[in-house]
């Protein structure tokens, strides 16, 4: 079974630069998520899709973050302007609905804000 | 709301040592509990996971935890450490059809 697909896997730009990560999660999986992981702590919940549909974006700095899920399968988390604080690895993972919340996680994204 | 604490942030062990890594949660009800390990470079690889029943779990590359909701801990066991074990831990807390809450981590080092 494939896994959670997410690209590039690497990526440096300048500071108000804009970038843009992609994310497949797992077939059949209703509910994707994107993390951003800084260094050095663990992964913070962006937002959160339930098929097509927004179920928690509360932490998702909407000044400069957004992030799209169109027809309920692909994702795209978009960064404008970019800062220096957004140095780090933003992981897409994706779940079943009801199946007691197992994520499974990407290997990620690594944007450095130079 | 739901919180994790790992309070110990870098850990050596010797190989073939035994391995507790700790995690204190903070939930109103029963939570979902679960360890992924990270290795440099690569996404969080899930260990283990306790939704309900028997408090001790068993999960892959031989770890195990414990759930005990006395002391709203789920610790992190492994009885002989081999240095490809090496990586950062997390633990998270979640509920069924929110996202997980993630600790800080727990990076392990493996000595010869």
């Known amino acids: 079974e494939a896994g959670v697909a997410q690209s590039p896997r690497y990526k440096i730009i300048e500071k108000r630069q804009s970038v843009a990560f992609w994310c497949n999660p797992i077939s059949g999986h209703a509910t994707l998520y994107w993390y951003q992981q800084i260094l050095g702590q663990g992964p913070k919940l962006l937002i959160q899709f339930q098929n097509n549909g927004v179920v928690d974006d509360s932490q998702l700095p909407k000044d400069r973050f957004s992030a799209e899920r169109l027809k309920g399968v692909d994702s795209t988390l978009k960064i404008q302007p970019a800062k220096l604080e957004d140095s780090a690895v933003y992981l897409c993972a994706s779940s079943l609905i009801g199946s007691g919340n197992t994520i499974y996680f990407g290997e990620g994204s690594w944007l450095t804000v130079v | 709301a739901q919180s994790v604490t790992q309070p110990d942030i870098h850990i050596t062990v010797s190989e073939g040592a035994s391995l507790e890594l700790r995690c204190n949660y903070s939930?109103?009800?029963?939570?979902?509990l679960f360890w992924y390990v990270q290795s440099p470079g690569q996404g969080l690889q899930l260990l283990l996971k306790?939704?309900?029943?028997?408090?001790l779990v068993q999960g892959i590359k031989g770890f195990e935890a414990e759930f005990k909701r006395s002391q709203s801990s789920f610790n992190l066991r492994k009885p002989s450490v081999h240095w490809s074990d090496a990586a950062e831990y997390f633990c998270a807390v979640g509920d069924s059809g929110y996202a997980l809450n993630f600790g800080k981590g727990t990076s392990l080092l493996v000595t010869p």
């Open positions: 306790y939704f309900s029943g028997d408090t």
């Open positions: 939930y109103g009800a029963t939570p979902y």
